[in-house]
């Protein structure tokens, strides 16, 4: 079963692509400190915390595509995310045809 994607690549000389998502947060690191005895010690942090969204795929051949996003990856998103990427094999009549393979996030199997 799982060479039928790879022998179908090969029959049509399409190019084979992984994709994956991920998350970036930027949070203040609390750590320990220290203040004199009966006293509170006040740590200065950012109020304000940062995240930031990211979908990528790698093909065999090494070619890299990837995108930014604000919040959580939608279908729609999703959808507009992986048109975006197969714009490029569309426009160049000289690139194969693609295949993605999807890794599903933890959430999606659950």
Do not use: N
């Amino acid at each position: 079963m799982r060479r039928i994607p790879r022998l179908h690549a090969t029959r049509t000389k399409a190019e084979i692509s992984f994709w994956a998502e991920s998350g970036f947060r930027a949070d203040a690191a609390h750590g320990k400190t220290w203040g004199a005895r009966a006293h509170t010690p006040v740590v200065q942090v950012p109020g304000q915390r940062q995240s930031l969204s990211a979908a990528s795929a790698i093909s065999s051949k090494g070619a890299f595509w990837f995108a930014t996003y604000a919040g959580a990856l939608t279908g729609p998103l999703f959808v507009d995310l992986l048109r975006r990427m197969m714009r490029r094999h569309r426009e160049d009549p000289l690139l194969p045809p693609c295949i993605e393979f999807f890794k599903p996030h933890l959430s999606h199997l659950l």
